[in-house]
């Protein structure tokens, strides 16, 4: 099972995609917890499999969701699914739909993708899946307009580079990956030990991704050196003041003690012989 040990959350999983991927997520092994604000929904999710777990909630209320996620330990995968479709061109739309639109499909999408990465990071990393569209790049359906104008204003949220960077930096120090000479020979060798890692995601498999995981671990790295080269420097230059110091000290109780050595010598010399 290839999210085995993985906790999913998965928004809109009353109906429709959302409802069916939050299954599919339970068949491959993960704890599932479905979110929607439709109680009926939930629960005939429930009643297909009992062991996903379900709570209601209005992903638009944004304390609703800060409230939800800290009683959360762990997050792995977000998909948020949540959404609608108005209907209407530009002049059809209605503004209250238009803002509900946008409401749902991108600040809700926001505010899911902000309240959840803190858990990643601070856990091994995670993936966050966003419900696109064509309508929003590739096509268009003008009596779709605010559908289409919310799916496009939501493709940037996405942050998978961010967390699967800090996810991968972390793998580099639990299986001490040493970094190799970037080219197309040691890129391969460098994704097969990633995609041989327990705990590999699939957007590791990009070449891309790895050339600028590799770049972030090189630059990582070489701050460290840096770091560790200053403060050796300092330390050796603080030795180096405090010999110095020892050996001033050392030098001046030499002399001083040269001094009496001359003195009671010179006193000697200078005292009267009474031995007539």
Do not use: H
């Amino acid at each position: 099972m290839r999210l085995q040990n993985k906790t999913c959350i998965v928004t809109g999983a009353g109906a429709g995609i959302g409802f069916a991927t939050a299954r599919a997520f339970a068949d491959e092994g993960a704890t599932v917890i479905a979110l929607d604000r439709d109680q009926a929904g939930l629960s005939t999710l429930a009643k297909r499999q009992t062991y996903i777990k379900t709570q209601i909630l209005d992903v638009t209320d944004v304390d609703a969701v800060v409230e939800f996620f800290q009683t959360q330990d762990k997050a792995d995968v977000l998909f948020n699914c949540a959404g609608m479709v108005a209907t209407g061109d530009l002049l059809a739309c209605k503004p209250s739909d238009f803002l509900q639109t946008m409401t749902l499909n991108v600040t809700a999408t926001f505010d899911m993708c902000r309240a959840t990465l803190p858990l990643m990071l601070a856990g091994s990393g995670g993936s966050i899946i966003n419900m696109g569209s064509v309508i929003s790049s590739i096509g268009a359906a003008p009596d779709l307009f605010a559908y289409g104008t919310s799916k496009a204003a939501a493709a940037p949220v996405s942050p998978p580079a961010e967390v699967l960077t800090a996810w991968a930096l972390k793998e580099y120090e639990r299986l001490q990956l040493e970094a190799p000479p970037l080219n197309n020979n040691s890129i391969s060798l460098f994704k097969e030990k990633f995609q041989n890692s327990e705990q590999c995601y699939p957007d590791i498999a990009e070449d891309a991704f790895i050339i600028n995981i590799y770049k972030e671990y090189k630059k990582q790295k070489e701050k460290e050196e840096k770091e560790e080269k200053e403060e050796k420097e300092e330390k050796e230059e603080k030795e180096l003041v405090k010999k110095e110091i020892e050996l001033i000290n050392y030098n001046n109780k030499n002399l001083m003690e040269l001094r009496s050595n001359i003195n009671l010598e010179v006193n000697q010399a200078n005292k009267p012989n009474t031995s007539n």
